[in-house]
């Protein structure tokens, strides 16, 4: 009887084996025209749907202002523009950061505009830029190629030319 439960087992766990390797051999296969097209779809249709979640967003708050008092108001739209003028600085300090150390690729500025810190800020963009520069070796003025330092015209050379073996 034991003999019978291990085999069955067995099968089970072949079974489960092969189960597992078309899967993954599913996976592995492009997913096909419809499914491009099914994936492009559901691209489409959740930029439409975040576009209107925008939307109702920007509604409710101007709902909700209008709710409020002037004062209340007031003190809102204060607050919105000192938000504003904080990332600004903050955007002009990594623009002129950038700047000087001579960072010019997108990636890295998205990367320096999403650091909060201005100590960190730095730390980065001076580590972005040194991995930027390629090191060059310095010159060995010991080799190469020696001789006086200011070369006789083409016209001189034929006239010492001719001087030399014609005097002889």
Do not use: C
């Amino acid at each position: 009887m034991s003999d019978v439960v291990n085999a069955d087992a067995g099968e089970n766990t072949e079974t489960a084996t092969a189960a597992t390797e078309q899967v993954q051999s599913q996976d592995d296969k492009p997913l096909g025209e419809n499914g491009e097209k099914a994936l492009k779809a559901e691209r489409e249709a959740r930029k439409a749907a975040e576009a209107r979640l925008a939307e109702f967003e920007a509604k409710e708050k101007e709902a909700a202002k209008a709710n409020l008092s002037e004062v209340e108001r007031a003190q809102a739209e204060a607050k919105e523009a000192q938000e504003a003028s904080a990332k600004a600085a903050s955007e002009l300090s990594t623009y002129k950061l950038a700047a000087k150390l001579g960072i010019t690729d997108e990636a890295d500025m998205e990367i320096l505009l999403a650091i909060p810190d201005e100590a960190t800020r730095e730390r980065t963009a001076e580590r972005i830029a040194k991995a930027g520069v390629a090191s060059t070796p310095k010159p060995d003025l010991s080799q190469g190629a020696k001789g006086s330092d200011k070369k006789a015209s083409t016209g001189q050379q034929f006239e010492d030319f001719f001087n030399s073996n014609l005097a002889k």
